[in-house]
């Protein structure tokens, strides 16, 4: 009787029922300690060496902005976040074409072992990246599968050293990008249209639609959730890789395969800049988080 007065007497002045806000914000606070404790302190921490120039041993010394700047400035980090941005297209642009037919295919026709198919897009995920690109680097040898291939469909003068062509290797990186992505787009997007009420493409049939149409009409509107969940993955994956590039490539030949996450660890561990590494970190932790706040941002505006 005395709780039901008191949220009567909140109500009335103007106050949600339940808790005061701020008993909910002491529930929060577990969860918002080891958020900082493993997040936002090493951000600043990262934030704070990248303003030194420290070789990670001897006593540093203020660099100020000068990190930043030679970020700009260097052509071979401006290079990076190049390789970087040509990475996004293999990661996240063809892997939501691809994914974005295939499942439209699979949902509108039906297929009998779905939850299979599923599983068996889904693999690469499950594996390791590093196993992946051990066995892509394979394929990729001047003995290895692909030129094997090549070789058998009397197409020889295609076959080269696909890693270590300087034309070839940034792409070759790339398709190991879109293989191993594939498979998350492909499911999510399944799972997003399967939700679709059969309704709407009934409608659209009895209005002569084909099925083209029918696809950006009804499919593509239907699942803007997941495409900016999809997009917004695989957009990180692509920018924060590292281990496939370190297994297949080293950053070469030269630096034409060199990514901001393989410029961090050369530079903090094989060239003793930590201060720069940090730099880098941070410039790239801003960068992704900028596209992905644009990606939902625009996908939020499209939904509401």
Same mark, same amino acid.
């Given at each position: 009787?005395?709780?039901?007065?008191?949220?009567?007497?909140?109500?009335?002045?103007?106050?949600?029922?339940?808790?005061?806000?701020?008993?909910?914000?002491?529930?929060?606070?577990?969860?918002?300690?080891?958020?900082?404790?493993?997040?936002?302190?090493?951000?600043?921490?990262?934030?704070? $060496?990248?303003?030194?120039?420290?070789?990670?041993?001897?006593?540093?010394?203020?660099?100020?902005? !000068?990190?930043?700047?030679?970020?700009?400035?260097?052509?071979?980090?401006?290079?990076?976040?190049?390789?970087?941005?040509?990475?996004?297209?293999?990661?996240?642009?063809?892997?939501?074409?691809?994914?974005?037919?295939?499942? /439209?295919?699979?949902?509108?026709?039906?297929?009998?072992?779905?939850?299979? @198919?599923? *599983?068996?897009?889904?693999?690469? +995920?499950?594996?390791?990246?590093?196993?992946? /690109?051990?066995?892509?680097?394979?394929?990729?040898?001047?003995?290895? *599968?692909?030129?094997?291939?090549?070789?058998?469909?009397?197409? #020889?003068?295609?076959?080269?050293?696909?890693?270590? !062509?300087?034309?070839?290797?940034?792409?070759?990186?790339?398709?190991?990008?879109?293989?191993?992505?594939?498979?998350?787009?492909?499911?999510?997007?399944?799972?997003?249209?399967?939700?679709?009420?059969?309704?709407?493409?009934?409608?659209?049939? $009895? !209005?002569?639609?084909?099925?083209?149409?029918? @696809?950006?009409?009804?499919?593509?509107?239907?699942?803007?959730?997941?495409?900016?969940?999809?997009?917004?993955?695989?957009?990180?994956?692509?920018?924060?890789?590292? #281990?496939?590039?370190?297994?297949?490539?080293?950053?070469?030949?030269?630096?034409?395969?060199?990514?901001?996450?393989?410029?961090?660890?050369?530079?903090?561990?094989?060239?003793? +800049?930590?201060?720069?590494?940090?730099?880098?970190?941070?410039?790239?932790?801003?960068?992704?988080?900028?596209?992905?706040?644009?990606?939902?941002?625009?996908?939020?505006?499209?939904?509401?």
């Amino acid at each position: 009787m005395i709780r039901t007065r008191s949220s009567s007497v909140r109500a009335r002045a103007g106050h949600p029922p339940g808790e005061p806000r701020r008993v909910a914000f002491l529930y929060l606070l577990p969860a918002f300690a080891v958020y900082a404790v493993f997040l936002l302190y090493p951000i600043g921490r990262a934030v704070h $060496l990248s303003l030194f120039d420290w070789d990670g041993l001897s006593l540093g010394t203020w660099a100020g902005l !000068d990190n930043y700047v030679a970020i700009v400035e260097d052509e071979g980090l401006r290079a990076a976040f190049g390789h970087a941005l040509v990475l996004v297209l293999f990661y996240a642009v063809g892997p939501l074409v691809i994914g974005l037919t295939l499942a /439209a295919i699979l949902n509108h026709a039906k297929v009998r072992g779905l939850g299979f @198919f599923r *599983t068996v897009v889904f693999l690469p +995920q499950v594996v390791a990246m590093v196993v992946v /690109a051990v066995a892509w680097r394979r394929v990729y040898a001047p003995d290895g *599968t692909l030129n094997g291939l090549l070789g058998a469909l009397g197409l #020889d003068s295609l076959t080269r050293g696909w890693l270590g !062509d300087h034309t070839f290797a940034l792409p070759a990186v790339g398709v190991v990008g879109t293989w191993f992505e594939t498979g998350l787009v492909t499911v999510l997007l399944l799972a997003g249209m399967s939700r679709i009420p059969p309704e709407l493409y009934e409608a659209a049939r $009895l !209005d002569g639609v084909g099925a083209l149409r029918e @696809f950006f009409a009804v499919t593509l509107p239907s699942v803007r959730g997941e495409i900016a969940v999809a997009l917004t993955l695989t957009v990180i994956a692509a920018l924060r890789t590292f #281990d496939l590039v370190y297994v297949t490539t080293r950053g070469g030949p030269g630096n034409s395969t060199s990514v901001p996450s393989y410029e961090v660890y050369h530079r903090a561990f094989g060239l003793g +800049q930590v201060g720069s590494a940090a730099a880098i970190g941070v410039t790239l932790t801003v960068v992704i988080f900028a596209i992905s706040f644009v990606i939902n941002r625009v996908a939020d505006r499209e939904l509401s």
